[in-house]
């Protein structure tokens, strides 16, 4: 609290205290002595001084040093403490000085005591503030109470360290200036000079108030009993108080004399407050009124009412708002600052309720700063849009007053049935009440009246001024009105009637029930009054009103005849002319008939015979009567009989008690035990309930209880839920009302009792007389006639809005109540109120901008409008049928028309199907113009092309149709490999290690043991990468040449350089060895270590030793140079740069080697160059399916490479060499892609294949003693020893697995793995994949058939030669390398089982095929599993046709044409001779080579030839395959390299040779040479 | 002029492989690799890389911090197949083998700027306990046969993979010619976008 007021309470406590020392009351000291004893025993306890310290602070007035203070509490007690002292100036009489000298005295002690006391305290602080507050309450009031007091002490406030000159000089400032003039010290003043210590002194000032208020918290528990004598005297102390003031002051004043020093700067506060007045301009809080803001006489104008768009305004709060508005017209009386509303002139709010700038994220915001929590205040929206509704209203609530006045049950289980009737009863009897009360069929019958006086008048020509037609028109309105009107009276009439039948028919029940059943439990009574009516003048009325109708119908009927007639007329006109017609027809029939009897039957049918219309009968006025009257009869009351008026009251009496039956008691007494209470729920909360009133006899509850709800939000539903009590136990729920919400209008007090019905559908069976509920029940007593009632009936009540006390009704405001509770949601967002379907029905959205009061001016809202208004004037179409996925159009990317006709999303759509020719399309252009319409020429032509047979290419059309089916084949196949590709295993996914075995772990246990470095290493296993992995260039094949023997030998010279050339089918690299044949070479490997590169020539001990195949210890080959092969015309660049790179690396000085060298010829490497697969695989694709489907093979060409010393001058031999090479082609292997690609790698010795003409060259025999292997010195031929494989190595793809039976394909795995385990290198084939990419068991596809009895019958005698020639036929039947295609190769294949080869040898020649001997061969079929007898998927028997001749004889005159202008296109720069002669020699020879089979002419041929051809110098050989197709021969004759002889005067010749095979099997030979003359 | 119509986007990356989360292990390195699809060709900087090896940090984080740098640059002419980069970690484990510790992929950031990603990490599982344990005691971890196989969706319902740690990357990413190719990668534009607007 205020330093100040505790202390202006201080100094009066000390006025207190002196006072009663001066008045002698010495009755306190004994009190005070034992205050005092107190004091010094609490000393010790802190807690006290703690206070002081805290709250006093230092600026206690060393005047209270006085022990005294336990009077302290006082003046919050003692009201006249609060009043003002007196000011007593004048007063300081001779009291004073006695009291001085006692002061003196008293203060000396106090002093000294205090200060003892403080010696021995140590303050501790420990806050103790329990009873502060109280205090401080007190003395608040205090000080503002005694407002002198608090002006007389302000200035005191300013400085913390309080002096008690200071406040001795301002308190006589104030109080006695005009006192004692200064320079006259008083005895006081005199001592206080000497003894006071005027320099303030903190630590004592603060000491001191702690004892003090130590004392007082002492005090205050004592103070009660204390304080009795006090109150007592309370005039006299109030007295007393103010004297004692005017002591202390005179007292002050006398200290004052010498404080002169420092004059006062004490201002009055009166002059501040009156100066600050003057200087400053406080703005009023309050409301202006708008009148003040506003010109004179003018009334504010709301634009907003007016239509206008007024945009929402910023939020300024009112308070801020009035403090504006007052200074405006404080300071700015001109007004221009205020609108025509009265309020501050402000634009729209420009504060968006969202964001509209993205946020900035910085991204050193870790995630924890971004979800930080932010404390946002609760902001209660309802209550600041009413602070915006009513600026200058206190924003109240609103209230809701619902009136419950009672409930009345239609049905409840506990009625009886005379209950139940007189409840009809009394439906019944209201429905008639209101049915008088609106008296519609008097209203009807005046009206009646009212029309025939008017078509009276309408007939009655006495009004000129209209015209007939208009009059006409007129009456026959009004007869239509009258027929219309009559028909409505006749019903309300019978209605009428009906209903006091029924009423009637329900009261003599009930009568006779009462009657049965002897008691009456209902007041229920019916009277029936009889109003008498002059008989005479209702009949006449009666008879008036009949005849009028009478008359009417009368007219309507005739009117009715009348047309009816016309129509008869026109009808029998018809009937009579066709009728005429016939009758004509007729005769002239009659009189043709007679002369041609025969063609009656011929005559026409007649179409359709006209009826003869009946003539309409005419209106009878006696049938229309009696209708008129039998209906009046039945509908209305008979003339003369008189009105019953029933009246329905409940004068009744009811049976006591004691006279009903004991069902009956019991009931009653059942309904006594409900009750009955009623739920208030607003907004579906409860709010308040009625109290439960018990169930009257007549089932009616009166409740009569008002709520008043005071609400915030406009009201939801108001709901009573009506509740029943039986007894003390359940409480069930009979049923919910739903009250109405009131309109705006309706205030209390105005308000109509309304009645709401209810119903229940509980089921209620009870024993007593009550008839149930939801149950069925009769009157009867056979019990039929059942019905069923459910629990209903009526609360009456009444809702209306309260009116506040200024009379304005509690209403929430109007842009609340309009759409209620949603609105603002609604309104903010069309789509939440109506949904997004809604949007696109601008009815509906019409309806809800409607609804939800739309600003039309709003700008927001701009665009919604016009579109409303556009649809609903009709401008858009707005369909009326429904659309499934209307929407989507919108996310239509683009319409079908576009995409197809783009062709960038063209060729996106067929690389996402995975067409072969864009399946690795890359980078697909931005735009159309972009993409080259040739990209699709290749893929329409194939679309085109599917069906279509070309025969350009191949030559007959046999064999391309066989083509053809190939190639769809082969589609098919990629197709299902498509598929696959998508289909994953785990192993495709993850490498795992296999769980090892025993014999595993054995094995790595043992490498453990193994060599560092074997002398003999062996390949390891690679990894395996699946195909899907791999990208352009990826994959190398890698061929190790390891050794070839037995090659042909020039004969001329004693000289061989081979050379060994790989080739791609396309590109190639080719890697020469000159050697000095010879087969006397025996030395092992000399190894001349001048061209060794050092790091390889440790690893080379031996010629043959194989190498690891990897790229990085691929050694080059030694002493090799490398020929650049040109390549073909139009080569694609890739493989020349690789070629020429594979030069540049092995480039080496050369050295003559033997051929014993060219064992060790080793290892080149050449890549699949990726353009190589472009020709048939897509380009850059190395999945499984394309790789498979490579045709690609690689040639392994050996050439004898002849130097020929062209220097022509001898001369010039010592300073230059002029050589020119010749490479002479000896033979070749082809080894198909697609084998080593199943294979992974080939590691073997491969017959060369030699033509069987080498012109120049011997093949004759060697004996070669080499040890290492001996068995194939003997061999025919020439062998070559590769090891090729493929970098890195690729899986060869699983195909999909069915078609067999289950159970054979499980032998089949087993059988296997049995076999895989023996011999791990064997392959065992036992399935196959099919054409359709199934897996067929592999004997299926093996079996006998029978040669063709053509080739049988060429040597009947000689078996041998039969056989012969048959396998001949067989190897010449055309087959494609890629084994998808067809029946996989099988390397052990017997003709319905299948043996597995268990000998220690799989070399084909050491194999012993005798499959009997079960040490040999393991059978898969064993007696455990019986062969199954599965059928062969190979036809019975071939048929064999002949080839016809003449096509042979063409085609091998169209190759022989391609060849020759292919090797024409294979040197561009050169010219190319052909020399006839020689080609017709060549092609004399072939048939004979035919023949013979390639064997032994050779000789004879030669010097056949070079008798023929003396004088040239000849090298060619005859080229012998099959025929499939021409491009594997053009390949073959490239392959060659015949046309590489660039010597000017060469001269070429190329012979072909076709021999025909039954069934179309083709032997080609192609004899190709080249002659260089000899000079 | 190839300034008004570009034929091509571009999409330059740069970042780094910050630090990684593996609370177990210790020592690890990481490689990347970026795997896109057929319109995407990189024109600069690495499509590989392999870390540093990195030991675990002293203090509390036990953060695994390479600072990688990354930094490529695409072209394409179609958004679709994006560039992912494809995270690999290894490391010793108790034999001292270098077995897998996570693959993790994330797509680059389409929208210029800069981006943090943190990539929670993966390793398939053995198939069987035994082939774990043998798996474990070997050294020889199941491992994908490539790892560019975390970055695509076809096959993977036939594997099992366990959750390992995370690594967290940064991208600068600046793109060129997106929007003149009717490509906007931006973030989307609230200005005009009225949501609910409560009173």
Known sequence: MNPKEEKVKIITEEFIENDEVADGRRKKTSKVQRQRGKKQTLTTGPEEMVLEKSHLGNQQDPMQEEPET??????????????????????????EFSM???????????????ESVLLQEIPTPQPRRLRRPSEKESETEFGTESGKEVRRTQPEDDSQSYSRVKFDNSVRKIKSKPQTPPGFPSAEEAYNFFTFNFDPEPEELEEKPKAKNRERSNQEEEGEEEEPPIQEGDEEELLSGKDAEDFLLGLDQTTDDFLEVRPADYESVHVRLQMEEEALFIPSRLTVPTYRKLPENVQPRFLEDEGLYIGARPEVTCTNQNIMENRLLAQDPEKKWFGDDGRVLALPNPIKPYPTRPPVLTAGQSIKEELETLYKKAVKYIHRSQHMIGSGDPPGNFQLDIDIAGLIFTHHPCFSREHVLAAKLAQLYNQYLARQQRNKAKFLTDKLQALRHAVEFGLNPEKPHQSLDTTQKTINEYKSEIWQTRKLRDAEQEKDRTLLKTIIKVWKEMKSLREFQRFTNTPLKLVLRKEKVDQKADEEAFEAEIQAEISELLEEHTEEYEQKMEEYRTSYQHWKAWKKAQRAKKKKKKHAAEEHPDEEIEEPYPEEEPVKPIPPDPPDRPVIEQQVRERAAQSRRKPGEPVLVPELSLAGSMTPNDQCPRVEVLRREDVKRRSVYLKVLFNHKEVSRTVSRQLGADFRVHFGQIFNLQILNWPESLTLQVYETIGLSSTTLLAEVFLPIPETTVVTGRAPIEEVEFSSNQHVTLDHEGVGSGVPFSFEADGSN????????????????????????????LSQQSIGFRSALKRADAISSVGTSGLADMKKLAKWAAESKLDPNDPNNAPLMQLILIATSGESYVPDFFRLEQLQQEFNFISDEELNRSKRFRLLRLRSQEVPEFRNYKQIPVYDREIMEKVFQDYEKRLRDRNVIETKDNIDAHRAIVAKYLQQVRESVINRFLIAKHHFLLADLIVEEEVPNISILGLSLFKLAEQKRPLRPRRRGRKKVTAQNLSDGDIKVLVNVIRAYDIPLWLSENLCFPSIEGAWSGGRCKFQKPSRSSRTFREKHPASPSTHSPTHSADYPLGQRENEWEAGTTPPAREQKVHDSNGLPGEEPSSVQLASSVRRHLARPTSQLSVAELASCRAYLFTVPGRALLCRAPNGDYSTASLQSVKDDVFINIFDEVMYD?????????SGIHTRIERHWLGCVKIPFSTIYFQARIDGTFKINIPPVLLGYSKERHIVERGFDSGQSLSEGSYITLFITIEPQLVPGESVREKEDEKLLQATEKFRADCALKFPDRQCLTTVIDLSGKTVFVTRYLRPLNPPQELLNMYPNNAQATAELVARYVSLIPFLPDTISFAGVCDLWSTSDVWFNIQPYDSPLRINFDVTKPKLWKPFFSRSLPYPGLPSVQPEELIYQRTDKAAAAELQDRIEKILKEKIMDWRPRHLTRWNRYCTSTLRHFLPLLEKSQGEDVED??????QKQLGDYRFSGFPLHMPYSEVKPLIEAVYSTGVHNIDVPNVEFALAVYIHPYPKNVLSVWIYVASLIRNR | MAAASPSVFLLMVNGQVESAQFPEYDDLYCKYCFVYGQDWAPTAGLEEGISQITSKSQDVRQALVWNFPIDVTFKSTNPYGWPQIVLSVYGPDVFGNDVVRGYGAVHLPFSPG??????????????????KFTSWFMGRRPEYTDPKVVAQGEGREVTRVRSQGFVTLLFNVVTKDMRKLGYDPGPADTQGVSGPCLP
């Open chain 1, 70 to 95: 336990h009077l302290v509490s006082m003046p919050s007690r003692q009201g006249p403490r609060s009043l003002p002292p007196i000011p007593s100036a004048s007063r300081t009489g001779f009291a």
């Open chain 2, 114 to 131: 800069r981006h943090k990603r943190t990539i929670p990490m993966f390793v398939p599982e053995s198939t069987s306990k035994l082939q």
């Open chain 1, 786 to 813: 059942q019905l069923i009632l459910m629990t209903s009936g009526k609360v009456s009540h009444s809702v209306a809005w309260a009116i506040g006390e200024n009379g304005i009704p509690l209403i929430p405001p």
């Open chain 1, 1206 to 1214: 062209i220097t022509e001058d001898d001369r010039e031999r010592e």
């Open chain 1, 1500 to 1505: 004879d041929h030669r010097a056949e030839l």
């Open chain 1, 100 to 114: 001085r000298e006692r002061m003196r005295e008293k203060l000396q002690a106090a002093r000294s005591k205090a």
